[in-house]
């Protein structure tokens, strides 16, 4: 998850949406649950070679639900906050809007180890377009913890929010597959655009 609102339920994930692997089309959401989740391990990411986290879920316990597969993350509900609290501690914290993202340091969020969200340091070296949809920023892993832990950018790390000047600007996206080490964000703006978009047919429904 990168972002909640608990004052609408609404939560997003992933920063960028998930494709059917032979056609490259955006899947539809037919039925989807949000659940709980641990990490269990991590394949170091290498040049050529992309890393991941390896997750156990629990399908037991539903948290949530998916509502919407879009090219800018995915899109639900939280419906269990009070029957699991300790999911959905977090800091609350303001929106940087796509005019306040500046080449620089910069941090992101994530677990890596199964020992709960860090903070790691990134670099955004560049701005890549305001108005695309996705894919809005360069970033380079700089942490030297997480370069050890995991390489750089490894799979099960998209939605990873980054965080500049106090502020959520983003959110991780893709890793360079050349060099894991630099991945790609896109601006929290844009993810809070299609929620609300979500917020405003549910209204209307």
Known sequence: ITF????????????????????GILMPVGRGSLLPSSVAGVRKGEAGKPGEL????DVRSEAGALLLNDET???????ADKLYPELFQGERMPVGTRE??????????SNVDGSGVRRYSV?????????????????????????????GIVQGMSGSPIIQNGKL??????????????????????MLDTAQSLLSLSKAA
Do not use: C, W
């Open 73 to 79: 993350g995915l899109y639900g509900r939280i419906e």
């Open 169 to 190: 600007i983003g959110a991780v996206t893709h890793v360079l597959v050349g060099d894991p080490t630099l991945g790609y964000g896109i601006f929290i703006e844009n």
């Open 123 to 151: 670099e955004i070296v560049k701005i890549l377009d305001l108005n695309r949809s996705t894919k809005n920023m360069q970033i380079r892993v700089t942490d030297p913890v997480l370069l050890s832990q995991t390489g």
């Open 100 to 109: 306040e993202v500046v080449v620089g340091k910069a941090e992101i969020l």
């Open 4 to 23: 909640y609102d608990p004052s609408t339920g609404l939560f997003g994930a992933l920063g960028h949406g998930i494709h059917d692997g032979e056609t």
């Open 54 to 57: 390896i997750g156990i879920f």
